[in-house]
């Protein structure tokens, strides 16, 4: 049986994790960018970073989180920005343990409520979120600015 043991991210993790990121948006991003970015996430303490190590310790996913005081809930509100498992490791309950441990972090953090967003063509990443208990309850809207 696969162990699969979960830990809060290090920097030495950002090469798999970049991996992961521009394998899920379906591009590559500028690594040096990309490395100063999640080195500054992990650093902030609103923000979870969480990955999943198989017996041989590679990294086979990860799950980030930040978390927001909204004026709009008045209380503190986890998001997750991300959540990744490599394909050849999905549906043996990674992304469910990743998810659980960043409930469990939320719930220590007093937060009242967790939020995700995904990307519409995503049906099987909504079918997962719903079997895990959450509410399909708003729509996301964005827009491209340019500087």
């Not at 902030?44 to 980030?64: C, D, H, R, T, W």
């Not at 989180?65 to 999905?90: A, P, S, T």
Request: proline share 1%; hydrophobic share 35%.
């Amino acid at each position: 049986m696969m162990e699969i043991a979960i830990s809060k991210i290090v920097k030495n993790d950002a090469p798999s994790i970049y991996e992961f990121i521009c394998d899920l948006e379906g591009c590559n991003f500028n690594y040096k960018i990309f490395e100063q970015t999640l080195e500054t996430n992990i650093q902030n303490p609103n923000n979870y970073y969480l990955v999943a190590k198989n017996n041989e310790q590679q990294i086979v996913g990860f799950i980030s989180c930040h978390i927001q005081w909204l004026l709009h809930h008045c209380e503190k509100v986890g998001e997750i920005q991300e959540l990744y498992v490599l394909n050849e490791f999905r549906n043996h309950g990674i992304g469910q343990k990743l998810l659980k441990s960043i409930e469990v972090l939320l719930v220590q953090d007093n937060c009242k409520m967790i939020e995700v967003t995904a990307q519409i063509k995503r049906t099987r990443t909504h079918s997962f979120y719903e079997s895990n208990e959450y509410l399909n309850t708003h729509k996301k809207f964005t827009k491209t600015l340019s500087y």
